[in-house]
């Protein structure tokens, strides 16, 4: 176990991108990346219509060219609405997920490091976080900060930590077994920055992975919350909101309440993909 | 060469063995292994017979093809990579090469029967050893029954229980109640090596194949192990193909040895023969890497050269390499197995 | 240590466990207004009557430690507050709508091995086939749906196009419930002989059960052909080819029982699915249960009830864990013993 080499890095790009899971993903991750970034940018601009306006077409028309998506109960562009509400769900699931890392890594290094008290606190701690279903945990947080994206966001951050915290305690405390750990302690070396030198660089790998498997799960229950109505608030479109409002459309225009949930399950199949990927390429690194 | 220090403890006059009634005839057993890199020829024309209650060791270094021998015995061989091409298998007077799945499967276990190198992860870890080793008597039982045309009540489990503890007390074990309700992972490695012994003995075969089985033991447990084997033989009427690497091993239970080198045997003598009288250079050369207590300084002597490449087909010797008495001979073709005296076989041009 | 020594301690970890999810319900609780009775009464909290009533059965009062103490002791009485949009206790809200989904989650789990294990067991069977890849895919979509596709689309595909189920409720109109006995209404219309109003609430439940179970299945499908792929190359299952086992009892007795052990780990998973899900669920097909509760108390701000919702899915899901991790312990003999 040593710091990686670019050597190493690119064996590990070139494994990791032959792999028909990785392609598949990265194409899809990719365009609702490209998409949010550019939403982001350009705001409405870019758009066909405004997702907000009403009766740019007529009511509960189905897709066409004019409108690929067709149009909602109030004559708006579902296409636009859509595609407009693509950063809502991604960059919500990106910030969760990074500060649940940046949580995980710093609480799950020391108690797996130190062990002793420390550890015990944060098992039990993660125990107890873990017996109430995120979904659920994050609604009543929610429901008291009052529904928002932000605070939506909030919710999910102070709960969405304790894998991570896990994760990193077991290869902490593996890695603190190893004699190179004991070998740096006895020479002297027992400056905390130069462990975290070792310890963090083995710790990263299984958790990437891990986390690139969770960012399918934030969006599916960032959806969730939004179908509640905890998110955004409407005019404002949301994937998970617009699903709720058409729900009554189902069988006059199915595509309404159906293409939303659609999307949402195509991210969460192009982050799948690609965690996937990226955890066999990891196991069969760790094999050679 | 004297090997005073391994101990041979049943050579008499009487075991002599007999010429007919052979419980076992392997005639030009050839087996290939299609894999992605080329056909291994992992067994090549191999011929030889055992008789009854007889020890018969098979002896080669890892890649002789001798794994692949007892696998293919009793037909267990992984049918999409391996293939027998030639030869014939004859148990009892029945040609095992002509049988289906389903024929061959009713010889395993009752007839010929077959134990691993590790115990620990030959034996199912969620049943509980004598449930294992019952299963096995309930086997035989359903067979006996199929052949006798009215069959009286079968056993119970309960009447199989007591024939449990008697096979676990057949090999020795101490405590046999309690050791019959232990799982797998809680009995120690020798231990557990009896009780694949019982659970095969059980099912009581003619011909006991057992495949590396005191490698993984330590030299104690080794040596108890084998003389188990050994005295069981007589006590139950089996014979034993013994598979292992290690010549000493064999010395000291066997009746005869057969020597296998890439797939082939270069010699095979009873073992006090084989002993006084070495003929081929490689058994010579597996000799002196016998460390032996009588030397003051245990001199090993590893054979020169590296593993054989079985992809290859070899119109020559394939010690040929190796052979510290190589002659030019040797390598224009392959010397066949002939007779040098009553039962000594060797294939080597050195004694033609 | 021994198997009684081991559900003691996993016992114990559970009533910690249980005792912290108190203390985030109470913290909560008191996070949602500066008035503690809000969390109690909801909109009732301007009821002096109620108002005097809660304040002193729960020292409202006194310090917030003291307050922990009555609010746990309330808690074991059975006392979840009072829900002025329900018009009852909570408590006995809880008590109506939980069994509608107890009967929901126990034939989504039973859907969930009835199509996992099979499909498990072909997925390994022809590994690296076609079939292999068709039924990845086809659990791959399943795990990636939001929890609310899977019942719109069944719903549309089987309701609307095809005729054949219902489309909510769990009962039709014209079924009057049967007497509680076990106050599950399914095992009640049994056990009354009323054969016609049990079909009726089973063809109800179909649609529910299976949108949780198309969500979740693919999880025992993975693990089971992983396991099996496995196990069916041990050397245990060569020895009990030398045995002379048949094959399907090598398949069944030896193989799949071991291949079975990693799938209990997945109880968990399976349980917070079922738990999260069947507010979706229960929403779009109008099924009575929790999860429609649930909603409701959260378009009403009832605080009380969304509170008491929160405990009770997480002592479910702590109860399901302990239970999973001695199933555990019985299927796998190392665990138990060691």
Known sequence: ???????????????????????????????????????????????????????????????????????????????????????????????????????????????????????????????????????????????????????????????????????????????????????????????????????????????????????????????????????????????????SAYQDYLISAPWLPLLPAVIIALVVIGFSLLGNALRDTIESQNIS | MHLETLSNPRISPNSAPTLTDNILEVNDLTVNYESSRGTVHAVDSVSFAIEPRRLVAVVGESGSGKSTLGLAIIGLLPTPPAKQIAGTVVYKDTNLSNLDREQMRGYRGTEIAMIFQEPITSLNPVYKVGTQIEEAIAIRESRKTEKVSNSGPLSTKYDRHDEVIASLKRVRIPDSENVAERYPFELSGGMRQRVMIAMALAQKPSLLIADEPTTALDVTTQAEVLKLMRNLMDEVDTSILLITHDLAVASQVADRIAVMYGGQIVEEAEVNELFNQPLHPYTNGLLACIPTGSKKIAKLKPIQGSVLDLRETYNYCKFAPRCPFVMDKCWKTKPPLHETGPEHRVACYLHE | ??????????????????????????????????????????????????????????????????????????????????????????????????????????????????????????????????????????????????????????????????????????????????????????????????????????????????????????????????????????????????????????????????????????????????????????????????????????????????????????????????????????VNPEIRLR
Do not use: C
């Open chain 1, 1 to 243: 176990m040593k710091q990686r080499s670019s050597e190493e890095s690119k064996r590990f790009l070139k494994s990791f991108l032959t792999r028909n899971e990785a392609r598949l993903g990265l194409s899809i991750v990719f365009v609702f990346l490209a998409v949010s970034i550019i939403i982001t940018i350009t705001g409405k601009s870019l758009l066909p219509y405004d997702p907000v306006k009403q009766n740019v077409g007529p009511i509960l028309a189905s897709p066409t060219m004019a409108h690929l998506f067709g149009t909602d109960n109030l004559g708006r562009d579902v296409f636009s609405r859509i595609v407009i509400a693509t950063p809502n769900d991604l960059v919500v699931s990106f910030i969760v997920i990074a500060s649940s890392f940046l949580i995980g890594i710093v609480l799950g290094a020391i108690a797996g490091f130190w062990g002793g008290i420390l550890d015990e606190i944060l098992m039990r701690s993660t125990d107890v976080i873990f017996a109430i279903p995120a979904l659920i945990l994050a609604m009543s947080i929610a429901v008291i900060l009052g529904p928002s994206l932000v605070h939506m966001m909030y919710a999910l951050m102070i709960i969405w930590w304790p894998p991570y915290a896990r994760l990193a305690r077991g290869e902490a405390l593996q890695v603190s077994q190893k004699n190179f750990i004991e070998s740096a302690k006895t020479s002297g070396t027992n400056t905390l920055t130069i462990l975290k030198k070792h310890l963090i660089p083995n710790i990263l790998n299984p958790m990437l992975a891990y986390a690139t498997l969770d960012i399918g799960t934030v969006v599916v229950v960032y959806a969730g919350l939004s179908y509640l109505g905890l998110s955004v608030q409407p005019p404002t479109p949301d994937w998970g909101a617009m699903v």
């Open chain 3, 1 to 330: 240590m021994n198997f009684a020594t081991f559900v003691l301690r996993r016992l114990g970890l559970a009533i910690f466990v249980l005792l912290g999810v108190a203390v985030i319900t109470f913290t909560l609780s008191h996070l949602v207004s500066s008035n503690p009775l809000v969390a109690w009464l909801g909109r009732a909290s301007g009821n002096r009557v109620l108002a005097a009533e809660y304040i002193q059965k729960y020292h409202l009062n006194d310090p917030l430690y003291v307050q922990f103490g009555y609010y746990l002791l309330a808690l074991l009485h059975g006392d979840l507050g009072f829900s002025v949009f329900k018009g009852e206790p909570v408590s006995e809200a809880l008590a109506q709508t939980l069994p509608f989904t107890l009967q929901i989650a126990f034939f989504a789990i039973l859907l969930t091995l009835a199509i996992g294990i099979p499909l498990g067991v072909l997925a390994a069977r022809y590994n690296h086939t076609a079939v292999d890849y068709s039924i990845s895919g086809f659990y791959l979509a399943g795990i990636a749906s939001p929890y609310f596709l899977l019942a719109l689309f069944l719903l549309i595909v089987l309701t609307y196009t095809l005729h054949l189920l219902p489309s909510g409720g769990a009962f039709s109109p014209w079924v009057i419930e049967p007497y509680p006995i076990t106050h599950f209404p399914l095992i009640d219309a049994l056990l009354e002989g009323q054969w016609s109003i049990f079909v009726d609430g089973l063809t109800h439940l179909i649609m529910p059960s299976l949108a949780l179970a198309l969500g979740i299945f693919g999880y025992v499908t993975r693990v089971l052909r992983a396991s099996l792929l496995d196990v069916l190359h041990a050397n245990y299952i060569r020895t009990a080819r030398a045995k002379g086992v048949d094959e399907t009892t090598l398949f069944f007795k030896h193989a799949l029982r071991n291949a079975s052990i990693p799938v209990v780990t997945l109880a968990s998973i399976v349980v917070t699915w079922l738990v999260t899900g069947t507010l979706f669920v229960e929403v779009i097909f109008a099924y009575p249960g929790i999860g429609q509760y649930a909603v409701q108390a959260l378009s009403n701000l009832d605080y009380p009830s969304l509170l008491a919702i929160t405990l009770v899915l997480a002592v479910i899901i702590v109860l399901s864990n302990l239970a999973a991790d001695i199933l555990y312990a019985v």
